[in-house]
C-alpha cells in the first residue's frame, strides 16, 4: 500500500535556527507533493507543491522543498524560522495524477522566542 | 467569497446517536473529501466523492455514510456503529491546477462524543 512518512513528529527550535522536515513516500509512479501548514485554530493551507519541472519548490512565507525522486523525498526547509512557524506541518502525496490524497501523520513545530 | 464551509465547529453527542456533518462548498468542485484528523496520526480518508451521486470508500470507511446528491453538498454522517467517533473531522474539495489536482480545505468540526 502507499504510504507517506514523516519521520520527525515533533521539532522544538529557537527563532532564526534552520528548519528541515522530512518526507519520505513509497510509490514508484509519477507523483505530485504538497506541504500543508496548520496554524494553531486554523485551516489547513496550502505551503507549497510540486507537480513538475525544477525539483526545487518555494513557497510562501520563505519555504521551499526539494523533490528527490531517487530517495522518494520531498524535505521541506526554511533557512531562518520564526515564533509564528509555530504549527503543524503535514505532507501530502498524489500518484499517478489520480485523484486521491495520501497524508503523513504530520510534525508539530514549535518555535521559542 | 468562495471556500469550503463546515458546521458546526464544535459538536456534541451522547453515545449510541448518530450525528451528521455538513460540508458545503461554492468552488464549483468535482471532488469532495472527508477526513478524521486524530493527533499524531495525520490525515486519514474517510470517504471521497469524484461527480454528483457517486462515492468511494476510503481507508477508515466504516461506521460512517456519506451522500452527494450536489456538487455543492457532502454531508458526512458518523453512525452508532463507529467504535471511535471522538476526533477532528475536515472536509475538503480539489479541482485541477495547472494539470495536477490540488485540495482546500474546510475548518473542521471538532465532535466529541460521550
Known amino acids: 500500500a502507499q504510504s507517506v512518512s514523516q519521520h520527525n513528529h515533533h521539532v522544538i527550535l529557537s527563532e532564526a535556527a534552520s528548519l528541515e522536515l522530512g518526507c519520505n513516500y513509497s510509490?514508484?509512479?509519477?507523483?505530485?507533493l504538497f506541504w500543508y501548514v496548520q496554524y494553531p485554530g486554523q485551516h489547513l493551507q496550502l505551503l507549497l507543491k510540486y507537480f513538475s519541472g525544477d525539483p526545487l519548490v518555494k513557497g510562501i512565507k520563505g519555504f521551499e522543498a526539494e523533490f528527490i525522486k531517487s530517495k522518494f523525498s520531498f524535505n521541506l526547509r526554511k533557512p531562518s524560522v520564526q515564533w509564528s512557524d509555530t504549527a503543524e506541518y503535514f505532507c501530502a502525496v498524489n500518484m499517478n495524477n489520480f485523484n486521491k490524497f495520501y497524508f503523513g501523520s504530520g510534525t508539530k513545530l514549535n518555535v521559542k522566542p | 467569497d468562495g471556500g469550503i464551509t463546515q458546521s458546526p465547529k464544535y459538536l456534541f453527542r451522547k453515545e449510541g446517536q448518530n450525528v451528521t456533518l455538513s460540508c458545503e462548498q461554492n468552488?464549483?468542485?468535482?471532488?469532495m473529501y472527508w477526513y478524521r484528523q486524530d493527533p499524531g496520526q495525520g490525515l486519514r480518508l474517510i470517504y471521497y466523492s469524484q461527480i454528483v451521486n457517486d462515492f468511494q470508500k476510503g481507508d477508515i470507511a466504516e461506521g460512517y455514510s456519506v451522500s452527494r446528491e450536489k456538487k455543492e453538498s457532502f454531508p458526512l454522517t458518523v453512525t452508532s456503529a463507529q467504535k471511535n467517533p471522538t476526533a477532528f473531522y475536515l472536509c475538503?474539495?480539489?479541482?485541477?491546477?495547472?494539470?495536477?489536482?490540488?485540495?482546500?480545505f474546510g475548518p473542521g468540526t471538532r465532535l466529541t462524543v460521550t
Open positions: 475538503a474539495s480539489s479541482t485541477l491546477t495547472g494539470g495536477a489536482y490540488e485540495q482546500y
Open positions: 468552488l464549483n468542485h468535482d471532488a
Open positions: 510509490y514508484g509512479g509519477t507523483v505530485n
